[in-house]
């Protein structure tokens, strides 16, 4: 398992965290175009359910939800679903700070700390996801009759 409280740091890049008070800001990627177009669910969420889905993740003993942070800045944020002895891993770049090589760094310092094998669903065509998969040590598995792409790494990770 994620150790929760861990501070988890490479150079100037560290995951912490979500908690409450981080709703607007993840509201506000939730939102951003990109994001939904990359999100099993496309549609605008509204606050009130974006605030009950943050306390319900922030309870839920089988989700990790992290804020990442470079030089103090949020500036991503990464979601490891645990569930049949496999963490599912799921990321958003803030729109700020895409392009950087942030989304590489940030799944690959969370993919390093977990023993377990790790999935992540990538939606074809987006090429920088399935770059980020393949970075943090995923291998591509297949394509789903829905256009998706499921990146695997099943071998324990020693490094962590
Ligand atoms: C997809 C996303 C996470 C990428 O984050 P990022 O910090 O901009 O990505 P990085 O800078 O780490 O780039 C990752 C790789 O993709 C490449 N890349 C970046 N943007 C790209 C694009 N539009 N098309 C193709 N490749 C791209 C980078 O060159 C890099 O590859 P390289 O190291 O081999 O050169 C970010 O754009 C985002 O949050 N998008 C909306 C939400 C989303 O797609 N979430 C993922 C759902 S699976």
Same mark, same amino acid.
């Given at each position: 398992?994620?150790?929760?409280?861990?501070?988890?740091?490479?150079?100037?890049?560290?995951?912490?965290? #979500?908690?409450?008070?981080?709703?607007?800001?993840?509201?506000?990627?939730?939102?951003? &175009?990109?994001?939904?177009?990359?999100?099993?669910?496309?549609?605008?969420?509204?606050?009130?359910?974006?605030?009950?889905?943050?306390?319900?993740?922030?309870?839920?003993?089988?989700?990790?939800?992290?804020?990442?942070?470079?030089?103090?800045?949020?500036?991503?944020?990464?979601?490891?679903?645990?569930?049949?002895?496999?963490?599912?891993?799921?990321?958003?770049?803030?729109?700020? #700070?895409?392009?950087?090589? &942030?989304?590489?760094?940030?799944?690959?310092?969370? #993919?390093?700390? &977990?023993?377990?094998?790790?999935?992540?669903?990538?939606?074809?065509?987006?090429? #920088?996801?399935?770059? &980020?998969?393949?970075?943090?040590?995923?291998?591509?598995?297949?394509?789903?009759?829905?256009?998706?792409?499921?990146?695997?790494?099943?071998?324990?990770?020693?490094?962590?």
């Amino acid at each position: 398992m994620i150790n929760r409280t861990e501070q988890n740091r490479t150079e100037h890049l560290s995951l912490r965290p #979500a908690t409450i008070e981080d709703a607007e800001m993840l509201f506000k990627w939730r939102n951003d &175009i990109d994001t939904r177009m990359a999100s099993h669910t496309t549609e605008e969420v509204k606050l009130d359910k974006h605030i009950g889905w943050l306390k319900a993740t922030l309870e839920n003993k089988n989700r990790q939800l992290f804020v990442t942070e470079e030089n103090g800045v949020a500036v991503g944020t990464v979601r490891a679903d645990y569930a049949d002895s496999v963490y599912e891993l799921s990321w958003t770049v803030s729109p700020e #700070a895409r392009g950087k090589g &942030i989304g590489k760094r940030m799944v690959s310092l969370l #993919a390093n700390k &977990i023993n377990e094998p790790i999935r992540a669903e990538v939606k074809k065509g987006n090429d #920088a996801s399935s770059r &980020i998969a393949e970075y943090s040590g995923m291998k591509f598995v297949r394509e789903d009759s829905n256009n998706v792409l499921h990146y695997q790494r099943d071998e324990i990770n020693q490094k962590a």
